[in-house]
């Protein structure tokens, strides 16, 4: 699920920007699990939702740029 996640931060789809807007919105808003799941103490998923966190600090895409 989390590898899901860091995939659909990763796609690009010009010709549907509102679409991919609204799915990396989506991965975005979960930041507060991710954060938990950094911590999980399991560490396959510690490790996964470590690179998610990551992820999203750093996710600048042309859909979501701020207007």
Excluded: F, W
């Excluded at 860091?6 to 930041?31: C, F, K, M, S, W």
Aim: contains cysteine.
């Amino acid at each position: 699920m989390i590898q899901l996640l860091l995939t659909i931060l990763e796609q690009a789809n010009p010709p549907r920007l509102d679409v991919q807007y609204a799915a990396h919105r989506a991965v975005l808003d979960g930041r507060s699990l991710a954060d938990r799941l950094a911590g999980d103490g399991d560490d396959a998923v510690q490790a996964l939702a470590q690179d998610l966190v990551a992820a999203i600090d750093k996710h600048v895409c042309e859909a979501c740029r701020p207007t």
